[in-house]
């Protein structure tokens, strides 16, 4: 824990906003009384929790989706009001005291000393759990008074009402509102949106994974279930990675080398995606890590390709580089599947090649 009086340094955004950094579970606040909806910066919770709740309130019907993002969230905490929230859980006069200093310590951005007059120190450990207090205001209205309008699911400042009907989507959207109101809070008014999810209409992103019903020839092709992949988004920053580790800079190294850094980008990124159905965005992925060092060699061998032969997968993966295709950890399953046509169950293809002639493969 940084000691009083010092400065926070802070990392930015993709959008140039300072983001927070930092272990909420270290402070001793309690978390006790957090709502389950609430799944960013708690321990024994994860973004994939988030991501199955979604799943399951989608394939139970609950088809129209407020996204709602809110705008500047880090930046934008009333102090005053977070602090009479913190009151609530805290009487000590002390620590009150420190998570006062703590929050008008102000950021050091550039090696210049910034005053910040609303918002939670960036960089600062206890700056996510502040931030998870002032939404749990938002968290307790929507169990007491707003459960029957749907299923509300929040990760930090991005949060999901997953409801039954358009009517319930747009009253909870208001009353989201009227409490994003009382906090001094905005939603972003491009990012939040209602997504009609009914027979893959509409798709929308959360926690970086696009979500979209689609039909499921496995075990009812006249219903539509909840999938989710990597959105494009994600995909282009892990493809400017790898661009960035097989570029020209790059030549001088050999190629375990560039393997040992691949390595661990791909690995993370496969296994924060790995448990929806991202099978296909995995496949390709692939094929671009392959298609890039091969491009890597050229260009470090100064060779037209013709000239050498050019590495393939399975010689890469020998060497060690890391393989998304296979690794997909499919979710629990909304139905049990349909039994198959071929009676090989585990062929699981249930005559998409076509081959299937008076119902024997």
């Not at 992925?285 to 260009?299: A, E, G, I, K, T």
């Not at 060690?320 to 979710?331: A, N």
Request: contains cysteine.
């Amino acid at each position: 824990m940084a000691e009083l009086g010092t400065h926070f340094t802070h990392r930015k955004s993709e959008t140039g906003n300072p983001q927070p950094k930092g272990d909420p579970r270290r402070c001793p606040t309690r978390q006790a009384d957090f709502q389950p909806c609430s799944y960013g910066f708690r321990p024994k919770r994860s973004p994939q929790q988030a991501l199955e709740a979604i799943r399951v309130a989608g394939n139970q019907g609950h088809n129209f989706v407020v996204d709602a993002d809110i705008q500047g969230y880090f930046d934008n905490i009333q102090r005053e009001t977070l602090m009479e929230l913190v009151k609530e859980r805290i009487s000590d006069r002390r620590a009150l005291k420190l998570i006062r200093q703590w929050l008008e310590a102000g950021v050091m951005e550039d090696g210049t000393v910034r005053e910040t007059l609303a918002g939670t120190p960036q960089g600062g450990v206890i700056s996510p759990l502040l931030a998870n207090i002032y939404l749990n205001k938002l968290d307790r209205i929507w169990a007491a008074r707003c459960s029957q309008l749907g299923i509300l699911v929040r990760y930090a400042d991005d949060l999901v009402a997953m409801c039954r009907s358009a009517s319930a989507a747009r009253e909870a959207l208001r009353r989201i509102g009227l409490v994003r109101n009382r906090l001094g809070l905005t939603l972003h008014p491009v990012k939040t949106r209602l997504v009609d999810l009914r027979r893959g209409k509409e798709s929308f992103v959360f926690l970086g994974c696009t979500h979209r019903k689609k039909r499921s020839i496995q075990r009812n092709p006249r219903w539509h279930f909840m999938q989710r992949w990597p959105s494009p988004k994600a995909t282009k920053k892990l493809r400017d990675r790898v661009r960035e580790l097989t570029g020209k800079r790059q030549s001088g190294k050999d190629v375990k080398q560039i393997i040992a850094e691949l390595t661990p980008v791909l690995r993370g990124w496969g296994n924060y995606f790995r448990t929806g159905n991202a099978d296909r965005e995995f496949n390709k992925m692939d094929y671009f890590v392959v298609m890039s060092l091969r491009r890597w060699q050229y260009r470090r061998g100064g060779q037209r390709p013709t000239k050498r032969a050019p590495f393939t997968g399975d010689q890469l993966h020998g060497m060690g580089l890391h393989r998304l295709m296979g690794t997909v950890k499919y979710p629990a399953q909304a139905t049990p599947r349909r039994s198959s046509l071929s009676r090989v169950p585990e062929n699981g293809m249930h005559g998409l090649k076509g081959d299937i002639r008076n119902g024997l493969a």
